[in-house]
């Protein structure tokens, strides 16, 4: 029995064996390729390690040969906080995307970069009746032009620094329209910037052409609000934005930004607020005053100084209707207020400019006033409203609700209305009054495009009347 049962328990035993062999052998197969297959993944990795390692060292010294970097195993992840650390000292990719524009930016948002422009294509068919034309207007003839087409590229540098340059091409070649540079987040006066640029006088001539309500600006503003000048200007907001302020000196200058000392400078300085603001601008009451002397260039010839002031009907294919001719004239004070309230889709907007001329002297000049308004109101057919930027006090880009075409949306629909005065006849100058009573159409198809449609009754008191239409074709980016 015991025999038997020893025999048995070692017949048991070699049977347990006969099967784990296998098993543990399998298992420890198993286990070798496990530890083949972490390592090729050590290689693989440290691979990558180095050649990161590679290119930051190209890119942080003038390219030479290099030679490739030897594959070894170590400390993965003390190597891969080192190039953290160093990829942290270098600036991060750019990426590109369009907001409304082309832009440029960098992930750490120290570089910003932004190309853009705009195409405004115009037509008008206008009727003048015969007084009009015999008093020394000309003929209004039906004709078409690029009013604008102009290019731009504008950015930050090192965040707090920035810059424009834009040129129009609209008049055959590249004049300057705003080129400038300067500085932000500067203690107790905030931003500065030099260059060309539009003097910061009138709500109308400060808002943007893409922006502006009407195909063209007011009488008062064509005639006496300067616009871009050469110069330099300090600005910033205050009390959460509510406020803005600007002042700057600068001087006359041409197509290309360029003057002389000797013709003196214009002194410039605005401000805004907002006593009204509720629901991101929805509703808001805009309320400003202006004010600039200006000097005016002298004629070597003969010693003395000569200014002059003139406007069109808002239509930039038409004569001038009101002009003074060139008079004796040394300086200038122009003082301007402004008002604007949004409520929804509901706008009213307003300003008033009167010049107080210096003549050299009172034999030649009895120092004559002029002055010019407008009124204005719109509405949106399709409920949006007016985007005001309050770090300018201007209005800025409509956005429709629906773009035309974008899921059945009619893009965004406005009718308005304006009725601006001008007075040019003044102690002995003969530079006529002008009335315009100007009805708009609107149509954004999208952000950056739109469809004007204008109609302009031009009254002036001396000369006659004149019917224009115009249109007008735009895109901007």
Do not use: C
């Amino acid at each position: 029995m015991k025999t038997a049962f020893i025999l048995n328990v070692m017949l048991a035993g070699l049977l347990v064996l006969a099967v784990a062999k296998p098993v543990a052998a399998q298992n420890q197969k198993e286990s070798v390729d496990r530890v083949r297959e972490l390592e090729e993944m050590v290689r693989r990795l440290a691979e990558r390690v180095a050649d990161l390692e590679a290119r930051l060292d190209q890119q942080a010294r003038p390219p030479v040969a290099q030679e490739i970097p030897e594959v070894h195993h170590g400390d993965i992840e003390t190597r891969v906080a080192k190039l953290e650390e160093r990829a942290n000292k270098h600036p991060h990719p750019m990426q590109i995307h369009w907001k409304e524009g082309l832009r440029i930016d960098s992930d750490d948002g120290l570089f910003k970069l932004r190309i853009g422009g705009r195409i405004q294509l115009d037509g008008a068919i206008m009727d003048a009746d015969n007084n009009l034309e015999r008093r020394g207007i000309g003929d209004l003839e039906d004709s078409l032009e690029f009013r604008r087409a102009r290019i731009y590229i504008q950015g930050d540098i090192y965040e707090d620094y920035f810059f424009k340059v834009q040129y129009d091409f609209a008049g055959g070649d590249a004049d300057f329209q705003d080129v400038y540079m300067g500085m932000r987040n500067l203690p107790y006066v905030g931003n500065i910037k030099v260059g060309h640029f539009k003097e910061p006088f009138g709500l109308e001539e400060l808002t943007s052409s893409n922006y502006i309500t009407f195909m063209e600006r007011s009488t008062g503003s064509e005639a006496f609000v300067p616009s871009r000048n050469t110069g330099l200007m300090l600005y910033n907001t205050a009390f959460d934005k509510r406020m803005t302020w600007a002042a700057g000196v600068f001087m006359d200058t041409g197509d290309f930004g360029d003057g002389e000392f000797n013709d003196g400078f214009n002194y410039t300085a605005r401000l805004t607020g907002l006593p009204w603001y509720e629901e991101d601008g929805r509703k808001l009451l805009h309320l400003g005053v202006a004010y600039s002397h200006k000097n005016f260039e002298g004629d070597r010839r003969v010693g003395d100084s000569f200014g002059r002031f003139r406007a069109r009907p808002e239509a930039h294919l038409a004569p001038r209707f009101v002009d003074t001719g060139r008079f004796f004239l040394e300086s200038a004070n122009l003082l301007g207020v402004e008002a604007a309230w949004v409520h929804g889709p509901f706008s009213l907007q307003g300003e008033y400019v009167h010049v107080f001329a210096n003549g050299l002297d009172a034999f030649r000049s009895s120092n004559p006033d002029f002055n010019a308004f407008y009124t204005q109101a719109s509405y949106f057919l399709t409920g949006e409203h007016r985007k005001y930027k309050q770090a300018s006090g201007t209005f800025t880009r409509v956005r429709p609700l629906r773009n035309f075409r974008d899921d059945g949306g009619r893009g965004a629909w406005e009718v308005a209305a304006r009725y601006s005065y001008i007075d040019l006849d003044r102690a002995g100058i003969n530079g006529d009054r002008l009335d315009d009573f100007t009805l708009g159409l609107n149509w954004y198809l999208n952000p950056n495009m739109r469809v004007m449609f204008n109609y302009v009754l031009a009254d002036s008191e001396d000369r006659g009347d004149a019917n224009i239409f115009q249109m007008r074709f735009q895109v901007d980016f």
